[in-house]
């Protein structure tokens, strides 16, 4: 069959034309299957080779495209320059005493993050779990209003909504007009999908906020980056002193979408404030940021004392754990890999979007195996379509493990992301338990320590499961046949990486 040509009469072309396009489709054949499978996970490859050979018209443009799942040469050696100098300012650090107390495993993984991230842990951090969506919203406009120096914002998306988001850049436009230095960030992609984009960008641009679109996709221009490449973290930090890290966006909790508003769809969502050494990890992510998007150097503005944070002591254990592609690794997949190995109790795992990659898969399911009591609490029907069914695909593994599935009602969204091993270690931030967040999007997490702080997020976690129902295996078995097709159809694109 001749690729470009099949269908359309090609009896009617020359001899000659057509064996030139024969031989053009049997070396684009032979080429792909030497080139795709470099450095992408068999599964990846395979999902890519499967779409160029039966769809190449579209498959193959699109592998052009978004093939490659690194930022640019330049962006990364931002980010490896910033990792070595933070290793150097920080290199005097040692693990902090309280560490001590916990097994030689765990202090490996707190070098393991170190060495992929470059931020040391560090104890005396006060941090304050939020779980209602206003709320959140109105602590970081009561905290902008407090600012002296800087301001720095970082959101996936941003809406400009009169109760939520609205207060929010209210309070940004009086800091700038107080004296105070106001950086915003948020992904293009993210934010210009969302209904009234144009009125907050004619906002922004009217005011004396200093704001840029993270991965800009303005081709005429020549700033043309990956689509699905994105900037997924949430951060607010203020005067280097108080910082904001989790789930939500700055937008209204229906995220101004129609549809949400009619069927009644929130988004539910997991937020920490934090005090203390860990707002340097996070004020220090967004400068990498700020840098790679504008090529100015923040650093020596951050309000940073590294001796302050070195000294302090009390509150919680946290590592600023950043991942994304402008890093070699995974890092937030090696992360959660080494951390579910450890476990030797409990694992809870909380995420809207559950595609793991079969490192992700194996560790769970092995954990489920050799006796771990192992909980999913993911929503019961996502807000994506395909990544809906794609999730949905890898429950008839989870279950025969024996992994405990437990779904959040819908309409609403579940968009907490954490999880909880044994009784004393959490992740918890912007990152999901899917592919994407471990190959496309630049994420943060915060590894915390400490079993006061954990147990307030299983309380969390409990109330969640309060209104939740568990699924069974046979409950799973039973479903519509063509329910269990499009779980498998979607399963394949979300290798697409």
């Not at 209904?195 to 906020?209: D, E």
């Not at 009784?423 to 400490?450: C, H, K, P, Q, Y």
Request: aromatic letters at 8%.
């Amino acid at each position: 069959m001749l690729w470009p040509l099949s269908g359309l009469g090609t009896d009617a072309l020359p001899q000659w034309i057509i064996m030139i396009i024969l031989c053009l489709e049997i070396a684009v054949r032979l080429a792909v299957i030497g080139i795709i499978p470099g450095n992408r996970r068999p599964n990846t490859a395979m999902a890519w080779l499967l779409a160029i050979f039966f769809i190449p018209a579209i498959a193959l443009p699109l592998f052009l495209l978004i093939g490659n799942n690194k930022l640019s040469a330049r962006r990364q050696e931002r980010q490896r320059a910033i990792n070595e100098t933070l290793l150097r300012a920080t290199s005097q650090m040692e693990l902090s005493d309280q560490l001590r107390e916990h097994d030689v495993q765990l202090r490996r993984t707190v070098v393991l993050n170190r060495n992929l991230g470059a931020f040391p842990i560090q104890e005396g951090n006060q941090l304050q779990l939020m779980t209602d969506y206003k709320a959140s919203l109105e602590w970081i406009a009561d905290c902008i209003d407090e600012a002296e120096e800087y301001v720095h914002v970082l959101f996936y998306i941003i809406g400009n909504d009169d109760e939520y988001a609205g207060p929010v850049l209210d309070a940004l436009e009086r800091a700038t007009e107080r004296g105070v230095t106001v950086r915003l960030l948020f992904d293009h992609v993210g934010t210009a999908r969302v209904r009234g984009y144009p009125r907050l960008r004619r906002r922004l641009q009217n005011s004396t906020i200093e704001w840029h679109r993270v991965l800009p996709v303005r081709p005429l221009r020549r700033r043309f980056s990956r689509l699905d490449l994105r900037n997924h973290r949430k951060i607010v930090v203020v005067d280097g002193k108080t910082a904001l890290a989790g789930s939500i966006n700055l937008i209204e909790p229906h995220y101004q979408r129609p549809s949400a508003r009619r069927i009644g769809r929130r988004w539910v969502e997991l937020n920490v404030a934090v005090t203390g050494p860990a707002v340097t990890g996070l004020d220090i992510v967004f400068a990498s940021d700020w840098s790679a998007e504008t090529g100015e150097d923040i650093g020596s503005k951050l309000l940073i004392d590294l001796e302050a944070d070195e000294s302090a002591t009390g509150g919680s254990m946290v590592q600023v754990v950043p991942s994304g592609p402008g890093f070699v690794d995974e890092n937030n997949l090696l992360l959660f890999n080494d951390l579910i190995y450890q476990a030797t109790e409990r694992i809870i795992i909380c995420t809207p979007y559950l595609v793991p990659d079969d490192s992700l898969l194996y560790a769970v399911t092995t954990a489920a195996r050799s006796g771990i009591d192992v909980s999913v609490l993911v929503s019961k029907r996502a807000d994506q379509f395909t990544v809906h069914h794609a999730q949905q695909s890898y429950y008839k593994t989870l279950l025969e493990a024996g992994v405990c599935i437990f779904r959040y009602p819908d309409p609403d969204v579940l968009h907490s992301k954490f999880m909880i091993i044994d009784d004393d270690v959490a992740v918890l931030g912007s990152s999901n338990m899917d592919m994407r967040s471990f190959s496309l999007n630049l994420e943060v997490t915060l590894m915390i320590v400490g079993e006061e702080k954990v147990g307030e997020i299983e309380e969390v976690f409990c109330r969640y499961l309060a209104v939740s129902t568990e699924l069974s295996l046979e409950e799973w078995r039973t479903r519509p046949i063509m329910e269990r097709y499009l779980d498998n159809v979607f399963r394949l694109t979300s290798a697409l990486q």
